[in-house]
């Protein structure tokens, strides 16, 4: 008990760090948590319970799950959960599945992104939160960066904290700071529940192959991940080039995809 009460602290340490460092919440804030039931929101969740709990913040926390109609899924262990940490759930179904599965020229976790991210603002805006709290960790960060480079020529990732003037809200990734490492230990060590995933791209994506670079540099440099967070701090903007325009450095027809041809 005592080590994972030492763990939980630890991590709330971190997590307090970053939303400090970057003003993630105020006071009289209501914040809605994402939480797909997979273990970084469920990490997420259950630590923005423990801050409100014994921090000096004082905001509300309400949870959202959203159905997206990919099969069965048992909210069951979710719902109690959400009955111990004292945090109101919504759960919302949405037929996202479906119509992914009628779009089958587009990338489906690109279309899918953009619905259930449309779809979770909307209900926080019912729920009059001024807040979305999202699950993306560190390694989120650092696949995005990769993602970006190697498919469309930037090097950008998201933001800690990213305000939305279309709609008043701000979303917020309190994780940023926890390598995906660090938020199964905290699954495993308060015994959360965890929903896998059931849609059929699940392991199959563009952003899985990131994750794997990833898991790769870190394997051959222990700390890369930190290292890649303290640069992300530590930009030199005088030393980025000026825009000229994209270029592709082999001959046409050596068989390389150029830019935009290389799919989801
Ligand atoms: S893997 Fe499935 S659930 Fe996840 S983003 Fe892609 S389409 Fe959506």
Known sequence: MGRTRNYRRWFL?????????????????????????GKDSTALLFILAYLKSYSHLRF??????????????????????CRRLEVP???????????????AD?????????????ILNNIALDLGASRVALG??????????????????????????TYLSNTG???????????ERVTVGLVRSEELPVITNPCPYNGFTKRDE???????????YPDFR??????????????????????????PGDGVPARGEQGS
């Open 89 to 103: 759930l919504h759960i919302r179904a949405h037929p996202v599945a479906q119509i992914i599965s009628e779009k």
């Open 60 to 81: 509300e926390l309400e949870a959202v799950m959203l159905d997206l109609g990919w099969g069965e899924v048992d909210f069951g262990p979710h719902r109690e959960l």
């Open 13 to 37: 340490t971190r997590v307090k760090k970053a939303i400090s460092d970057y003003s993630m919440i105020s006071d009289g804030d209501r914040v809605v948590a994402g939480v797909s039931g």
């Open 136 to 161: 993306h960790h560190l390694d989120d960060v650092i696949e995005t960066w990769f993602l970006n480079l190697i498919f469309t020529g930037q090097m950008k990732t998201f933001l800690p904290s």
């Open 226 to 251: 930190e290292r890649f967070l303290t640069g992300l701090q530590n930009v030199s903007l005088e030393n980025l080039w000026k825009q000229r325009g994209g270029f592709r450095s082999r001959p």
């Open 210 to 220: 990131m994750k794997r670079i990833v898991r790769e540099l870190s394997a051959r």
């Open 106 to 118: 587009m990338n489906p976790c690109a279309l899918c992104g953009k619905l259930r991210a449309g």
């Open 169 to 179: 809200l701000t979303l917020i990734r309190p994780l940023v700071y926890l390598p």
